[in-house]
T-cell receptor, first 113, second 114 residues
Framework: GQNIDQPTEMTATEGAIVQINCTYQTSGFNGLFWYQQHAGEAPTFLSYNVLDGLEEKGRFSSFLSRSKGYSYLLLKELQMKDSASYLCAVTETTDQAGTALIFGKGTTLSVSS | EAGVTQSPTHLIKTRGQQATLRCSPI?????VYWYQQALGLGLQFLLWYDEGEERNRGNFPPRFSGRQFPNYSSELNVNALELEDSALYLCASSYNRGWNTEAFFGQGTRLTVV
């Protein structure tokens, strides 16, 4: 089985840096994704980590530690448009359940001026 | 290039009826995934189709079913609708069945059961 935990809500101000944490417990880890979902819209891909370390992509970075079952998404130079839900998702393969991409409940980030 | 398209955008059904939701993947993508996003519950994995076959299904009752057509489009059928089936149903597609490439999501179908 799998268990993915991330904070329900976070708030920050424009220009700041925010770190959204995600912890997971899974028996057949294949990789971890971060998605962004604005209210009423489809989730959009942000990052993918399969090896330990930091992946940087513009203002967004994602970190993975497989031994600790831990990831974080780092957002720099926050903008109002970054207000959205951020979804941590883990790819898992098990003999019992096959392969699937399992999502956490998401972290709602509110950016204020 | 067109993204993942879903129809209808909104669907209102009565309890006990059947609902059919449709998804057209991005051209060249062979894998289609269905998720249910109910209020406060996050995205729950429903079904995964690839090359016309069901590859995996989540922890949902058998009244949730679907299929994938030769052109890789997909249908999700929900029989004997219950009030708690009210949710946003999202379809996603990818070109790789190994789950190690990003999946692109459609805008979803908002199903309301009354």
């Amino acid at each position: 089985g799998q268990n993915i935990d991330q904070p329900t809500e976070m708030t920050a101000t424009e220009g700041a840096i925010v770190q959204i944490n995600c912890t997971y417990q899974t028996s057949g880890f294949n990789g971890l994704f971060w998605y962004q979902q604005h209210a009423g819209e489809a989730p959009t891909f942000l990052s993918y980590n399969v090896l330990d370390g930091l992946e940087e992509k513009g203002r967004f970075s994602s970190f993975l530690s497989r031994s600790k079952g831990y990831s974080y998404l780092l957002l720099k130079e926050l903008q109002m448009k970054d207000s959205a839900s951020y979804l941590c998702a883990v790819t898992e393969t098990t003999d019992q359940a096959g392969t699937a991409l399992i999502f956490g409940k998401g972290t709602t980030l509110s950016v204020s001026s | 290039e067109a993204g993942v398209t879903q129809s209808p955008t909104h669907l209102i059904k009565t309890r006990g009826q059947q609902a059919t939701l449709r998804c057209s993947p991005i051209s060249g993508h062979t894998s289609v995934y269905w998720y249910q996003q109910a209020l406060g519950l996050g995205l729950q994995f429903l079904l995964w189709y690839d090359e016309g076959e069901e590859r995996n299904r989540g922890n949902f009752p058998p009244r949730f079913s679907g299929r994938q057509f030769p052109n890789y489009s997909s249908e999700l059928n929900v029989n004997a609708l219950e009030l708690e089936d009210s949710a946003l149903y999202l379809c996603a597609s990818s070109y790789n069945r190994g789950w190690n490439t990003e999946a692109f999501f459609g805008q979803g179908t908002r199903l309301t059961v009354v």
